[in-house]
C-alpha cells in the first residue's frame, strides 16, 4: 500500500517522472521480448534509449550536489566575512552624517565628545531647527571624573585634559541650549562606551556604539546595530542610555559659563 500511496502522490505532484517512465518503458520492453512480440532491432533500441534515460537520471542529482555544494560555499564564505573584525567593527561612521540630518531623536553619549560635536554642530543646529530633539550625555568636568578618565587614558597626572575637552563641548553646545528640544546631562562616572542613537526607537534606527580605548591613535572602533535587524541590542542600549540619563545631573549656568580662572 504505502507503494501505491507513494506512486499516486508522485504522480499528483509530478515528481520523478523520469523514473517512472524509464521504469516503465524497460518493462514493457522486457516482456515484448520475452513474447517475441518485436524485432530483436526494436528492443535493441529501446534498451539503448531506456540506458540514456537512466543517464539523464543520474545527472540530476550531480548537478544538484554541485549547486548545493556552491550554494554551501558560498554562504561559508558571507559567514566568515561577517565573523571577521573588519565585518562589524569600523572606526568610520561617516555614513551616519545623513542620517543625523533627517532623524526627529538625536542622543550622543560619550567621555567628552569634543571631536564628535564638532563634527555634528552644523547638523545640530539644522536638526534642532527643524523640530528634532537632542539629548546629550558627557562626564561632569568637576569633581573626580577627569581624574579617572586620565587614569584609563594612562595619563594619571593630566587630568585637566578632559576637563578642557568636556569644556570646549559645552561651549560649542552654549549657543544652542536655550532651544528647547537640546538637552545636556553631565555624568559622575566614565560610561564603558560611547553612542550615537538616531530614531533608536524605530525599525529603521540605528544605534553606533564606540568601544573605549586606552588613549590608542586614531578613532576609537566600534559597530552600528539596525533597529529592524538587531533589534534586541537596540533596546538593550536604549536602556543602557536612560540608565545614564537617570543618574546624570542637568547642566547648570555654572558650567555653560565657568568663572574665568587667573
Not at 520523478?16 to 522486457?30: F, S
Not at 561577517?82 to 560619550?110: H, M, Q
Not at 545636556?184 to 553606533?208: E, Q
Not at 576609537?220 to 533596546?235: K, S, V
Request: proline share 4%; aromatic share 6%; charged share 30%.
Amino acid at each position: 500500500m504505502r507503494l501505491l500511496e507513494r506512486l499516486r502522490a508522485d504522480l499528483s505532484t509530478g515528481k520523478n517522472l523520469e523514473i517512472y517512465l524509464t521504469a516503465c518503458i524497460a518493462l514493457v520492453v522486457g516482456v515484448l521480448g520475452v513474447f517475441d512480440r518485436v524485432e530483436p532491432k526494436v528492443v535493441g533500441a529501446a534498451t539503448l534509449a531506456t540506458l540514456a534515460l537512466v543517464a539523464v537520471n543520474a545527472l540530476g542529482p550531480r548537478h544538484q550536489v554541485a549547486a548545493l555544494e556552491r550554494q554551501v560555499a558560498e554562504l561559508n564564505r558571507l559567514l566568515e566575512s561577517k565573523l571577521a573584525g573588519d565585518g562589524f567593527l569600523s572606526s568610520d561612521n561617516k555614513d551616519l552624517k545623513e542620517r543625523v540630518l533627517r532623524a526627529n531623536d538625536i542622543r550622543f553619549a560619550g567621555v567628552t565628545l569634543s571631536r564628535t560635536i564638532r563634527a555634528y554642530v552644523d547638523d545640530l543646529q539644522r536638526s534642532l531647527e527643524r523640530g528634532a530633539t537632542v539629548k546629550i550625555l558627557v562626564i561632569d568636568p568637576t569633581g573626580t571624573v577627569p581624574e579617572e578618565a586620565a587614569r584609563r587614558s594612562t595619563i594619571p597626572d593630566q587630568p585637566d585634559v578632559f576637563e578642557h575637552r568636556v569644556r570646549s563641548t559645552l561651549y560649542v553646545l552654549r549657543d544652542m541650549h536655550t532651544k528647547e528640544r537640546l538637552e545636556v546631562r553631565l555624568l559622575p562616572f566614565l560610561p564603558a562606551f560611547g553612542m550615537l542613537m538616531l530614531d533608536a526607537g524605530d525599525d529603521d534606527g540605528v544605534i553606533h556604539v564606540e568601544l573605549g580605548t586606552h588613549r590608542s591613535p586614531g578613532r576609537d572602533p566600534g559597530f552600528t546595530l539596525n533597529g529592524r535587524r538587531d533589534h534586541h541590542w537596540c533596546r538593550h542600549f536604549r536602556a543602557e542610555f536612560d540608565r545614564l540619563w537617570e543618574v546624570a545631573r542637568e547642566v547648570t549656568d555654572a558650567d555653560w559659563y565657568p568663572a574665568q580662572r587667573n
